[in-house]
């Protein structure tokens, strides 16, 4: 299984312009979620779903758009980026079981907005 | 907003010796979780630790968790130059359901 896969690794963007962060794993995981790792602020919840067609917010969702067409992938859509969306952006998959199980991440996309 | 605070921010030992990091929280939790980050990479889970249980162990991990005063600890026996990374707690909380991460704490293991 290659897990939690991400593209692109790395990323420079003009404020204003759009992009698509892909996401997807091959685990059949039901919940994946997006998060944002910036210094000294760990990792903080943008979206989440808990299977196709169902997305729901985190705690810092503005700026970001996200859907849930298959089981497999979860892309995450920046509408008009801005210099506060430099950040590094990890993809997250995990079962469905009860409570929050353990999750599995990708290896992070690398986002620089000028 | 962060549900776990880790403490310390950061810590440097020597080969051989163990780690100590620790992990408050604020709400009540079904969960208690650690991950470790090398360096550019994503997040790796360690453990699970659950509401109702107080020590596990892993290999070289132990994992506390103390509901009563809402902190965790996770200690690493005999750490290794290849334990250097960043180690982050992540709380489910039993309100939302949704994992929350603290700040972490980077550890430095001197060979």
């Known amino acids: 299984n290659a897990g939690v896969t991400q593209t692109p690794k790395f990323q420079v963007l003009k404020t204003g312009q759009s992009m698509t962060l892909q996401c997807a794993q091959d685990?059949?995981?039901?919940?994946m979620s997006w998060y944002r790792q910036d210094p000294g602020m760990g990792l903080r919840l943008i979206h989440y779903?808990?299977?196709?067609?169902?997305?729901d917010q985190g705690e810092v969702p503005n700026g970001y758009n996200v859907s849930r067409s298959t089981t497999e992938d979860f892309p995450l859509r920046l509408l008009s980026a801005a210099p506060s969306q430099t950040s590094v952006y990890f993809c997250?998959?995990?079962?469905?079981?009860?409570?929050?199980?353990?999750?599995?991440f990708g290896p992070g996309t690398r986002l620089t907005v000028t | 907003s962060q549900q776990g605070e880790e403490d310390p921010q950061a810590l440097s030992i020597q080969e051989g010796e163990n780690a100590t990091m620790n992990c408050s929280y604020k709400?009540?939790?079904?969960?208690l979780q650690w991950y470790r980050q090398n360096s550019g990479r994503g997040l790796v889970h360690l453990i699970l630790?659950?509401?109702?249980?107080r020590e596990k162990h892993s290999g070289r991990l132990r994992v506390t968790l103390d509901t009563s005063k809402k902190s965790s600890s996770l200690l690493i026996t005999a750490s290794r130059a290849a334990d250097t990374a960043s180690y982050f707690c992540?709380?489910?909380?039993?309100?939302?359901?949704?994992?929350?991460f603290g700040q972490g704490t980077t550890l430095q293991v001197k060979p």
């Open positions: 997250a998959s995990s079962p469905r079981t009860s409570g929050a199980p353990e999750q599995y």
């Open positions: 685990m059949n995981h039901e919940y």
């Open positions: 779903s808990v299977g196709a067609g169902i997305t």
């Open positions: 709400t009540s939790i079904n969960n």
């Open positions: 630790i659950r509401s109702n249980e």
């Open positions: 992540a709380t489910c909380s039993s309100n939302t359901g949704k994992l929350i």
